[in-house]
């Protein structure tokens, strides 16, 4: 009976205490000091666990631009020099026709004007007396004054004259030995594998330019198909250009300047990552790293060269930066650890 007396109390106790609901149950408005700071504790882990992440991965994971970027700056300017070499060869061959049939057109006249003298000496040999001789010579002038004007209204209204079979032929090797030298520029300004690979199209150029002139009836159809002509040559090697050209290159300084701005806006959010992660500090320990490739990328587009060597160029310069930022983030890392062990006061073996 003691002891059932003393177990009474205490069962009403506990039952009295279980029942009672929580402070922040009863209140749901106002926390206890516990749960605010469980939370902030939550809060703050959830925070360190996300830097700690964040550090964990690499802030720069490449170069700051593609080194392709430095196609942009290529001049825009299209290349006509395969329809230009046409469009010469054309007025080349034009001039030699029309000086052709001019000297056609001279020795016909001498031919008249021989005619004319021979029969006005025969008139004269055979006339019997100067009235004779008169009447004949006047009959004389007036068929072949007829004849010269026939023959001056023909040439007038022959404005233009179809080159013949050999005028074609040797227009045609005059173009192809032109497309040796256009070869030459080409390996010059493109490359000799671009050279090389716009050899199909030289040569399909000068046989399409043989066979218009083989079929053209008038100068306006003869312009007509050899601009045809050019502007598909201008085309087949602008294809050619945009996948084996190499061109030369040499950027102007406001091309540089583009570039050296991309760069720095590109380096300054990386920065900003920096400054979050690590702290100002670290910030300016970038500033060495960048430099070295600014000014690297500066100079590269300034010296005249081949784009594929400045593409290589570029390239390296931004895998190294990428390997310094890499490894100067290893270090940073390095730095917080130790500092967290200090402050626990633990070595950071056993920190880790």
């Known amino acids: 009976m003691k002891i059932s007396r003393l177990l009474i109390p205490a069962l009403v106790s506990f039952c009295f205490f279980a029942c009672t609901p929580p402070e ?8 206890s000091s516990r749960a605010d700071n469980l939370q902030r504790y939550m809060t703050k882990a959830q ?44 007025n080349t061959l034009q001039a030699a026709v029309r000086e052709a049939a001019s000297r056609r057109a001279g020795e016909k006249a001498s ?18 007396s100067p009235q004779e001789l008169s009447a004949k010579l006047q009959d004389l002038t007036a068929q072949y004054s007829q004849k010269l004007s026939d023959f001056t209204q023909e040439e007038e209204a022959q404005t233009w004259s179809r080159p013949d079979a050999e005028q074609s032929r040797f227009s ?15 390996a010059r300004d493109y490359g000799s594998l671009c050279a090389q690979k716009a050899e199909p199209v030289l040569q399909k150029a000068a046989d399409d330019y043989w066979l218009a002139l083989s079929s053209v009836p008038t100068p306006e159809d003869a312009e007509r198909e050899l601009t045809r002509v050019g502007d598909e040559a201008d085309a087949a090697f602008a294809a050619v250009v945009e996948e084996y050209g190499d061109p030369l290159t040499s950027f102007s300084e406001a091309d540089a300047a583009a570039l050296r701005a991309r760069l720095i806006a590109a380096h300054q959010e990386i920065e900003a990552q920096f400054e979050k992660l690590y702290g100002k500090e670290a910030v300016l320990q970038t500033r060495d790293i960048f430099e070295k490739y600014k000014n690297g990328a500066d100079a590269l587009v300034r010296q005249p060269g081949r784009l594929s060597h400045k593409l290589e160029q570029l390239d390296a310069l931004g895998a190294a930066y990428r390997e310094q930022m890499t490894a100067l983030q290893v270090r940073l890392n390095g730095e917080l650890e130790r500092k967290a062990a200090a402050a626990r006061g633990m070595p950071l073996a056993a920190a880790k």
């Open 172 to 186: 045609r090797q005059v173009l192809r030995d032109g497309s040796r030298r256009l070869r030459e520029g080409i």
């Open 111 to 128: 031919v008249l004007l021989t005619q004319f003298r021979d029969d006005a000496v025969q008139a004269a040999l055979s006339s019997q």
């Open 24 to 31: 922040e149950d009863v209140h749901p408005k106002r926390r």
């Open 47 to 90: 925070e360190v666990r996300a830097l700690a992440q964040a550090r964990s991965k690499p802030l720069v994971s490449g170069p700051l631009i593609p080194s392709g970027t430095l196609k942009e700056y290529l001049p825009k300017t299209p290349d006509h020099r395969v329809s230009q070499q046409i469009v010469t060869q054309k």
